[in-house]
């Protein structure tokens, strides 16, 4: 198993994407994920019946390279069978509610005085403070609605835009491991473990943190703006004459001005009194955007690459996913992974978004079955075949 994470065990309880979405990266790192299920398994499995012939993309993204086994935690028999993983793993890593964690006796305080070497990554909703900290909710609830990115996004009397699913799930779940790799480099000369926190409200204001730091510095609400009236037209989204988009990347107003003129062949915006500087433009906005939609009309988008690229015009296509698939800078930047398949080939997938030119890493596998690695398991944390069978016939696995 390559990868910086070799060697460190980590045990995984948690349900759907945002504490997964941690542990799958942490398993294409290198680390000995160890995904704890309960006998009828991470609701995630049952997307399943949207892929119809194909398996389950999004749950085999953040569960590629772990190990599963099955256990009914609501027997002690089960608890039992946690804590003896959990006695020599480095990392315990949930998404469960802070709630039944505690009820469970699996939360920090707990296992930090058993395990006082153990680093303990919670990912949350909501946090592990507050009022609402067990309240249900996935990040379409916190970090796309509550914590005000939908309504950035969305102009005034506009419908709110939908949500496509897992985004803040995996920017939290990316925090929570880069926290997790914190907390182990800090323990090599502490000897100790800790709490590691990431939520998915705090990725939220995070991702959002231009607008929450103006309206916190402020007292101000940020204001969410449509693309025909932009406070710089010169970074908008625009329709080519084949009825494709592109996104101009103009944000250094002044600076970019001549160029754009010069490509889009209209000098008499220089001498236009409206458009003198990026504050008159912004004052005029809306009248310049219309006037840069009627040209961009007039020709597709290959062209205006072509034109723009020739003008040091900056820019960039409005992709769906499939040309993004078909990418060459994409394919070059290594957005894809070989990730081993069950019948001994590969499946292409997309890669986790971190690279090491010393200790490259390298997806050891497909996502378990449910309960694949139980006995496996449970043999390597000293349970002999009489000890594994008995939890059978008890029902604590399958």
């Not at 309206?215 to 204001?223: K, Q, R, S």
Request: with cysteine.
């Amino acid at each position: 198993m390559a990868g910086p994470m070799e060697g460190v065990r980590v045990v995984e309880l948690g349900v759907w994407v945002a504490g997964p979405a941690c542990g799958g990266i942490l398993a294409d790192w290198g680390a000995d994920v160890i995904k704890v299920e309960t006998p009828d398994g991470d609701p995630f499995r049952s997307l399943e019946w949207l892929f119809p012939g194909v398996g389950n993309p999004p749950f085999d993204l953040d569960n590629r390279g772990k190990r599963s086994i099955a256990l009914d935690l609501r027997q002690p028999e089960g608890l039992d069978a946690l804590h003896s993983l959990l006695a020599i793993a480095d990392v315990f890593l949930s998404n469960i509610r802070p709630g039944g964690l505690e009820r469970m006796g699996l939360d920090y305080p707990s296992l930090s005085e058993r395990y006082p070497q153990l680093i303990y990554a919670s990912v949350t909703g909501l946090s592990l403070q507050g009022d609402e900290r067990d309240r249900h909710t996935y990040d379409v609830g916190t970090f796309w609605s509550r914590a005000g990115i939908a309504r950035s996004l969305t102009p005034e009397g506009a419908d709110l835009p939908y949500q496509r699913g897992g985004m803040g799930d995996h920017m939290t779940g990316l925090a929570a491991a880069a926290g997790v790799a914190a907390a182990l480099y800090h323990r090599t000369s502490s000897g100790k473990g800790q709490l590691v926190e990431s939520s998915l409200m705090r990725l939220g204001a995070y991702m959002l943190g231009w607008d929450h730091n103006i309206t916190a510095m402020t007292g101000a609400e940020t204001v969410a703006r449509g693309r025909d009236n932009p406070p710089n037209p010169l970074i908008n989204c625009y329709r080519c004459g084949d009825g494709e988009w592109l996104w101009m990347l103009g944000l250094e107003g002044d600076r970019h001005w001549p160029n754009v003129v010069r490509a889009m062949d209209r000098p008499d915006w220089s001498d236009d009194p409206r458009f003198g500087d990026i504050v008159l433009r912004w004052e005029n906005t809306a009248a310049l955007t219309a006037e840069m939609d009627a040209v961009m009309a007039t020709r597709t988008r290959a062209a205006w690459g072509e034109i723009f690229d020739a003008n040091d015009v900056w820019w960039a296509p409005v992709q769906s996913t499939l040309e993004f698939r078909s990418d060459p800078q994409a394919q070059a930047a290594g957005c894809w992974v070989e990730v081993p398949a069950p019948d001994g080939g590969t499946t292409e997938m997309v890669a986790t978004p971190v690279d090491f030119s010393a200790t490259a890493w390298d997806p050891s596998g497909p996502s378990p079955e449910l309960g694949q690695h139980t006995e496996l398991i449970l043999a390597e944390h000293g349970y002999d075949w009489d000890a594994i069978e008995q939890l059978k016939q008890a029902g604590v696995i399958p």
